[in-house]
C-alpha cells in the first residue's frame, strides 16, 4: 500500500490550492501521485442522461466509464470509506495525498491562515509532520511557507519515499 498523507486545514484555509502546487512538485520529483478528497457532504459526479448515469440508476451496483485516456468508476457504498479502505484502489502510485480525513491516523501536513481560523486544528495531533504557514508559529514540526511547495515535496519525498524520487529531465 502506498503511503498516505493527509493535507488538512480549516474551510478556506487553502488546502487545494496547495495540493495543485504541490501535486507538480512531486511529479518533477518522479513521483506517480494519488489523491483522494474527503466530501462529508456527499456528492454526484455523473450526469443526468448520461449512460453511465442511466446504467448507476438502473440499479448497477458499481459502474465504471473508460477512455483510452481515462477511467473513472461510482460504487455504492455502505459507510464512509477509511483512507486505508480506499488505498486499494491506488497501486500504481507511489504517495496518496488526501484533502481532508483530519480525524485519521495517518500523517498529516497542516496548512494554518490565522486570518481564516485563529488556532491550528493539530496543535495536539502527534499525527502531525509539518506545518504549511506564513505565520511565526512553532508547532514542534517542520515549517514551510505557504509558498515553498518544492520545498514540502523535498521533505515529503525524504520522509516517505527516500531513494525513490527521479528528477525529471527538461528539455
Do not use: N
Not at 456528492?43 to 485516456?69: C, L, N, Q, V
Not at 470509506?81 to 497501486?91: C, D, N, R, V
Not at 507511489?94 to 498529516?108: A, C, N, Q, T, V
Amino acid at each position: 500500500m502506498p503511503p498516505i498523507v493527509c493535507i488538512v486545514g480549516k474551510s478556506d484555509s487553502g488546502k487545494t490550492t496547495l495540493l495543485e502546487k504541490l501535486i507538480p512538485a512531486l511529479a518533477r520529483l518522479g513521483l506517480k501521485i494519488g489523491t483522494v478528497k474527503h466530501d462529508v457532504h456527499g456528492f454526484e459526479m455523473d450526469h443526468p442522461g448520461k449512460d453511465s448515469y442511466r446504467h448507476k440508476h438502473a440499479g448497477a451496483a458499481t459502474t465504471i466509464i473508460s477512455s483510452p485516456a481515462k477511467m473513472a468508476m461510482v460504487k455504492d457504498v455502505d459507510h464512509d470509506q477509511t483512507l486505508s479502505e480506499l488505498a486499494g484502489y491506488f497501486h500504481d502510485v507511489d504517495l496518496i495525498l488526501s484533502e481532508g480525513y483530519k480525524r485519521e491516523s495517518h500523517p498529516k501536513v497542516e496548512i494554518f491562515r490565522p486570518e481564516v481560523h485563529p488556532e491550528p486544528l493539530c496543535r495536539e495531533d502527534g499525527r502531525l509532520i509539518a506545518l504549511v504557514t506564513d505565520a511565526d508559529l512553532d508547532l514542534g514540526v517542520p515549517r514551510f511557507g505557504l509558498e515553498a511547495a518544492d520545498a514540502l515535496a523535498r521533505f515529503l519525498v525524504a520522509w516517505f519515499v527516500p531513494g525513490k524520487a527521479q528528477p525529471q529531465r527538461l528539455g
